[in-house]
């Protein structure tokens, strides 16, 4: 079964910062890798999904890398903003969805 | 587009009723719609899978009987929870897929906050 982790549980860093959060995942014969963003409260946000074939994807100030062999992805954010502050979950994609349990960003002004 | 909607986005009701909670795909058709609840600080973990005209595929722990899933059209799943109480109080999101079964993409709904006093 997969198991997916997500490292740091809780994050804060000023803001203009470059930041990095970690996902790990038990079970590299996935499909795809996703990203989310979750303000409280509230549903997901798509950020980014890397198919297995692909080792990363760019979207704005984000980057999100795959490395399947080590069962790893990590989300690069550059000049972090208090805007950014929210939950961010990775899921490993099979044949279903497992989500990690999120890490708590915190971007102070 | 790929929009998912979930109505009410928070109910509070009494111990012992029911609640129903709907979860739309207002420009895409969801050949399988997927219910995940989420306590607080804590990921999401899917309850369920259901394709539209067939039974719902319940994980393992939650109880079919409790937790009806109804997905009677293309653009419409219902989550009803039956006798509420109060540990079932928790955020439900739903999320759509157009690409059946095996998941590659998923939409996902606002969720709604169910509070059970």
């Known amino acids: 079964k997969q198991e997916v982790t997500q490292i740091p549980a809780a994050l804060s860093v000023p803001e203009g910062e470059n930041l990095v959060l970690n996902c790990s995942f038990t079970d590299s014969a996935i499909y795809n890798l996703q990203w989310f963003r979750q303000d409280p409260g509230k549903g997901l946000t798509s950020l980014l999904l890397i198919q297995s074939s692909q080792r990363e994807q760019t979207s704005g100030r984000l980057n999100a890398s795959l490395d399947k062999s080590s069962g790893r992805s990590t989300l690069y954010i550059a000049a972090s903003q208090p805007g950014d502050s929210a939950t961010y979950l990775c899921a490993a994609v099979e044949d279903d969805m497992r989500f990690g349990a999120g890490t708590r960003l915190t971007v102070k002004p | 587009g790929a929009v998912v909607s979930q109505h009410p986005s928070w109910v509070i009701c009494k111990s012992g009723t029911s609640v129903k909670i709907e979860c739309r795909s207002l420009d895409f058709q969801a050949t399988t719609m997927f219910w995940y609840r989420q306590f607080p600080k804590q990921s999401l973990m899917l309850m369920a899978t259901?394709?539209?005209?067939?039974?719902?595929?319940?994980e393992q722990g939650v109880e079919k009987d409790k937790f009806l899933i109804n997905h009677a059209s293309l653009t419409l799943s219902t989550l009803t929870v039956t006798s509420a109480h109060p540990e079932d109080s928790s955020f439900y999101i739903c999320s759509a897929s157009a690409a059946g079964p095996i998941i590659y993409e998923q939409y996902f709904g606002p969720g709604t906050r169910l509070t059970v006093t």
């Open positions: 259901s394709n539209e005209g067939s039974k719902a595929t319940y």
